[in-house]
Each structure stands twice: as structure tokens, then as C-alpha cells.
């Protein structure tokens, strides 16, 4: 039963992060939206960052699968694109974190130093799957282009939703399709001809 109850607290607060903005949602609000006691809370929960901890660790189980990369042959273009659908919709999922970002790493040393692993993790496996394209003769691209793309993907995929919000968009989940299409974008002018056709035949289904 206290698994039950701390797994609905987890999943309530998820919600209402993303809807509503996390600075903008107290325990207490957690507390009325499931019914429960603030006292029950508290008994799984010592405050509102300690319920941000426990999604984090779910978030970075999920994030981690999302960046996995074949390990037994070279990737194709259609890895990449996999590995971003499922690292947008794991930010999707947790898009609270990401939108309120800075203030959430500022408050807490631990997930800071988590996320900056969860960074330099990226960048590894981004370097490692455009440099098997370019073994693959998929992209033509120098030791240090294919640093630059590392690096631009992984910067533009962690702060998409906070330039979709400045830019006054108000649809996340387009703004999500529209992430995916950008960074994908990315790794066009690297591309052969072949593949570059195939890539935007890809990002159609994307498009609105």
C-alpha cells in the first residue's frame, strides 16, 4: 500500500510539474490533488526536492536507454533519428525539468552533478554514432565538424522547450516535432545526396 500511495504521489506531482510549472506547485497542491493528507505526503516524501530526486532518477533511467547505440554494427541514418524521437520524448515526458532547468539544478548540487554526466554522456554517444556514419560513408564530415555537431545537437536538444516558450509557443507538443526536425537538420549538410533526400523524406511526418 505505501509503494502504491508513493508511486501516485510520483506520478501526480509529474503531472502537475509539467502542466503547471514546478516552481508553481507546493506539496501542499499535491497533497489537495490526490486527497491525501500533507502529513501522508510527508511520510513518503521530506519535501518537494526530494520528489524532484526520485522523478529525476526515473527521468535519468529513461534518458539512458534513449541514448544507447548499436554496439554490433555501424549506425544508419535511421539510428539517429530513433535515438532523438526517443530522447524527445523522454524530455516530453519530463519537460518540466528541462523548462525550469536552471533553477531546478541551481537549488540541488546532487542532480546538477547528475545531469552534467547525463551531459557528458550525450556528447560520448552522439561523437561515437556520427563518427560510424562517417565510417559508413553516410557523412563526409572533419574530426572537428563532427565535434561541432556534438556538441550543437546537445545544446540545442537540452534548451529546445526554453526557445520554443521565448519565442512565445505555446504547443510543446509541436514544439517537440519541431525540435526532433532541427536537429536533424543539423546533420543535413553532412550528408550525401542519397541520404540527405532520405533524411527530409524522414522529417515530413514531422512537419505540420
Request: charged fraction near 25%; aromatic fraction near 10%.
Amino acid at each position: 500500500m505505501a509503494a502504491k500511495t508513493r508511486q501516485k504521489i510520483l506520478d501526480c506531482a509529474l503531472a502537475m510539474f509539467n502542466a503547471q510549472g514546478e516552481p508553481n506547485v507546493t506539496t501542499n497542491h499535491i497533497a489537495d490533488e490526490l486527497e491525501i493528507s500533507p502529513g501522508n505526503l510527508y511520510y513518503h516524501f521530506r519535501n518537494k526536492d526530494d520528489i524532484i530526486e526520485q522523478l529525476f532518477g526515473r527521468y535519468e533511467e529513461r534518458i539512458s536507454e534513449a541514448m544507447s547505440v548499436p554496439t554490433t554494427r555501424l549506425p544508419n541514418l535511421e539510428d539517429i533519428w530513433l535515438q532523438m524521437h526517443l530522447v524527445f520524448e523522454c524530455i516530453w515526458d519530463y519537460r518540466f525539468l528541462y523548462r525550469d532547468l536552471v533553477d531546478i539544478l541551481s537549488r540541488n548540487r546532487r542532480l546538477r552533478l547528475r545531469f552534467a554526466r547525463i551531459l557528458k554522456r550525450a556528447t560520448d554517444n552522439t561523437g561515437q554514432v556520427i563518427r560510424g556514419l562517417a565510417r559508413a560513408g553516410i557523412v563526409r564530415a572533419s574530426p572537428a565538424e563532427m565535434d561541432g555537431f556534438s556538441t550543437n545537437l546537445l545544446v540545442l536538444t537540452t534548451f529546445w522547450l526554453n526557445y520554443a516558450a521565448a519565442k512565445g509557443d505555446q504547443d510543446e507538443a509541436r514544439a517537440i516535432r519541431q525540435g526532433i526536425v532541427q536537429v536533424m537538420m543539423l546533420i543535413a549538410p553532412f550528408l550525401r545526396d542519397a541520404e540527405r533526400v532520405h533524411l527530409h523524406t524522414l522529417s515530413e511526418a514531422y512537419r505540420d
